[in-house]
């Protein structure tokens, strides 16, 4: 009598070789998504920034009105730990923003206006820029935001905000 031949446990070469493929054509088609949603994410970070940057720049000038605004990041931020705030560490920004990169952006004061009242300078008047650091890959479009706060977007990923995001 014969007996029927049994089929050994497990896969097959050519199963699995076929569940690969399909694995990796998958993944060949997610990795572009992928980059476009962290690019997303990247831009409305560096708005996200950009208001909170706005609201130092305003607190900032509420606490130091002979100065009028800030014109660098580095004014805007610093370490509580240094001692009290002062005009030129005013302790408004945390973590990564003083230094002026976060999120594949980076971050500048720029265009500040100066007039001088009582022998001491007062900025009357700036703009904030936010720039892709890899334009393409770390964010699309470039972002700027003035001492009215409005905010503007460069689709070109350069500080040339003439668009209005909405």
Known sequence: MKTPRQRPNGFTLMELLIVISIMLILMLMAIPNFNKMKASANENSAINSLQAIY???IQYQ?????????????????DPKQ???????????QGDLPAGVKA?????????????????????SF?????PQAVGKTGYRGFCIDEYSEIKADPQGGTNCTASIQ
């Open 55 to 57: 609201k130092a720049e």
């Open 62 to 78: 509420t606490t130091y009105p002979a100065n009028g605004f800030a014109c660098s990041l580095q004014a805007l931020g610093g």
């Open 83 to 93: 001692g009290n705030p002062t005009p030129t560490s005013a302790q408004l920004l």
């Open 104 to 124: 594949g952006y980076t971050f500048n004061i720029v265009n500040c206006t100066k007039v001088t009242v009582n022998n001491t300078d007062q900025i009357t």
């Open 127 to 131: 703009q904030v820029t936010a720039v």
